[in-house]
């Protein structure tokens, strides 16, 4: 209500898509893959972009717990610079088995009810739910209500125990304040997260008296009444904050009753009217991800630099795994124009990494571990990224099937709570912060064939300051039983896995090669192909700025994508080379980031190899290459030499 047209795009935090159907069609040995259309998170938004009818970018954010918040920080940084002027974004998570089970087998779970803050706490309650802003860049808003300011920040501690002092609540919210350019007495009211876990509660006590001190603002946690609803607590939450201010009222903290004198926050024990101008809403989730906006009635703030005139991106390294290898073995076939397509054995996708790290990983862990290493490879400590940006559209398959096949087998007696840990999207993307000690925003998105691209456009939104860096990263894992359940190009006798790193920096003087999202459109081109081209500079700068195209043609989608290709190519009089990549990679989610890393490479040396280009090694000589996704989404990726 209240839009005047479809918003330009869409941001949404979510955990679970639609896996409940899915537990009940795996629990009934269903084998069609159609019944399995909805599993994917991604599948959420689209549907929701779908009945409203955007046609920008749709993005599927998730970081466990704080994936709401997440969502609404990546919503308001699409209108600071420009790529939007109005935004859909919030969150949305429906209850599962996976879910309720997982979170007992941690005895997270209170039977008598969450009591956040009180002496007596015991547990979450978990719950399900949504909500949604609409987040327009005008000067008018109702109330004069305003998103002012988001902090992210990552733990790197522990994957499912915050830091015990509340370090990356403190920073999270420490980076709110400063982007809302506000000083810890200019808010009225606290919104925590406030679960009712005993650790939880305590370290974001912690974070809240080393910032605020003794003079502290009333607060409470809303949790008591509304249960925990995971992906979706932080976009309610943030809705509740302007309810707050709208009507002047401090909302109860309901199971509260003793106070915990090492925790040492007196809640709010009964609603109450108060004049309220700025709320800061804190949310937190599995990895140490962690997410704080701050609400208020104040003035906007300065925006930020636009993705136009900011530095650019600047592939400082990079990795890749395929069934080929790492990015020797890959490269090679790939150059020669060879299927990498396969799934590599264990022992080396382990290879260099420590045995006592990634001795409870599974597949998918390991991949994403072993390329971001490998893209940090030889990276001075002072250069190393700021941040982490994850793509995968299945999320880790195996922890997810051994999960559900624990829980069916012992009747929901013995649920793991590894598995359970291990199947949230972001778990990889936790692991490799914990890894490298990263401790700046820690991202996963999760949008199918483009899943890379997300996770590319993400970081470029979080990275915008000159001399940043974030470390990109996209992988997804083949098993034998669910990818062909839930992904339409993945036949059951055509093994394939793999994905690729980038480590990018903004900078007008780096020595690598530039990669650059250029445009993101969900659901095709409602405009065609020919729009494409135009908002690409028309057909003579497509031609005078590409030597080659590498085109994403998902087995699923095959016979549309190659008509989008053709549309492309007509409408542009492209006369160059054109990969056709899937054909090499094999068919996974994330076969774009390999293919994104292998034009890094071609970038570097300048040379597009004879078999990728028809027969004759073809000389770059200053032109670009172009990455096309055309499945889905339709996405363009400009990979520039240095």
Not at 161 to 170: F, K, R, T
Not at 428 to 449: F, K
Not at 458 to 481: C, F, N
Not at 582 to 602: C, Y
Request: hydrophobic share 45%.
């Amino acid at each position: 209500t209240g839009c005047d047209g479809p918003p330009d795009a869409i941001v949404l935090g979510s955990t679970t898509g639609g896996i409940f159907t899915t537990e009940t069609l795996l629990a009934a040995d269903c084998k069609d893959p159609a019944a399995y259309r909805n599993h994917a998170l991604t599948t959420v938004a689209e549907e929701l972009a779908g009945r409203c009818g955007c046609t920008g970018p749709v993005i599927t954010v998730s970081t466990a717990c704080s994936s709401g918040a997440v969502a609404i920080k990546v919503a308001m940084e699409m209108l600071r610079s420009g790529l939007a002027r109005k935004v859909l974004a919030g969150g949305a998570d429906s209850l599962c088995r996976l879910t309720y089970f997982g979170f007992k087998s941690l005895q997270l779970i209170d039977p008598a009810g969450a009591r956040p803050l009180d002496l007596e706490r015991r547990g979450m309650s978990v719950a399900e739910g949504a909500a949604m802003l609409l987040l327009a860049h005008d000067t008018t808003a109702a109330d004069g209500l305003r998103v002012l300011g988001a902090g992210l920040s990552c733990d790197a501690h522990h994957a499912t125990a915050p830091h015990p002092d509340g370090a990356g609540a403190l920073a999270a919210m420490g980076a709110a304040m400063a982007d809302a350019r506000l000083a810890p007495g200019a808010i009225d009211y606290i919104n925590l997260h406030g679960t009712g876990t005993p650790d939880n509660d305590l370290a974001e006590g912690r974070a809240i008296r080393a910032l605020f001190g003794e003079d502290r603002p009333p607060l409470s946690s809303i949790k008591g009444t509304t249960g925990h609803p995971l992906a979706a607590a932080g976009a309610i939450e943030a809705v509740v904050s302007a309810l707050c201010i709208r009507h002047g009222l401090l909302p109860a903290n309901v199971g509260y009753r003793t106070f915990d004198a090492e925790l040492g926050l007196e809640p709010v024990a009964k609603p109450t009217p108060a004049p309220l101008a700025t709320v800061m809403s804190n949310s937190f989730g599995f990895g140490g991800n962690n997410a704080t906006l701050i609400v208020g009635t104040g003035h906007r703030t300065t925006a930020g630099d636009s993705c136009m005139t900011a530095p650019p991106l600047v592939a400082e390294g990079f990795a890749c795994i395929t069934g080929a290898g790492r990015v020797a073995g890959t490269r090679e076939r790939f150059f020669a124009g060879e299927s990498c397509a396969g799934c590599l054995d264990e022992g080396p996708l382990a290879e260099g990494l420590p045995p006592r790290t990634i001795r409870r990983f599974k597949r998918l862990p390991r991949m994403a571990l072993a390329l971001a290493v490998n893209a940090c490879e030889g990276v001075a400590a002072d250069r190393m990224p700021g941040a982490v940006s994850l793509g995968t559209a299945w999320g880790a398959l195996t922890e997810t099937h051994d999960f559900l096949r624990r829980l069916a087998e012992t009747g929901g007696q013995f649920p793991s709570p590894t598995d359970f840990v291990g199947s949230v999207h972001n778990a990889p993307a936790g692991q490799i912060a914990m890894h490298l000690g990263i401790r700046g925003a820690n991202v996963t998105t999760s949008g199918g064939d483009a899943s890379f691209e997300q996770a590319l456009l993400v970081a470029g939104l979080l990275a915008q300051r000159p001399g940043t860096s974030i470390l990109v990263t996209s992988a997804d894992e083949y098993h034998p039983v669910l990818s062909r359940l839930f992904d339409p190009s993945v036949r059951a006798d055509a093994m394939a896995d793999g994905g690729g790193a980038l480590l990018l920096r903004r900078s007008a003087s780096g020595q690598g090669p530039v990669i650059q999202m250029l445009d993101y459109r969900s659901g095709g081109c409602p405009d065609g192909l020919a729009g494409l081209v135009s908002r690409l500079g028309g057909a003579d700068a497509v031609n005078r700025e590409y030597g080659v195209i590498l085109a994403g043609l998902p087995a699923g989608s095959r016979d549309q994508a190659e008509a989008r290709l053709a549309a492309f190519v007509s409408a542009s009089r492209f006369g160059g080379p054109v990969v056709d990549y899937r054909r090499l990679t094999g068919e996974f989610g994330s076969a774009s980031a390999v293919a994104a890393v292998m034009g890094v490479a071609m970038a570097r040396q300048g040379v597009v190899p004879g078999p990728l280009a028809g027969g004759t090694p073809l000389l770059l000589q200053g032109k670009s290459l172009l990455l096309l996704g055309l499945g889905t989404a339709v996405t363009a990726v400009r990979i520039a030499a240095p």
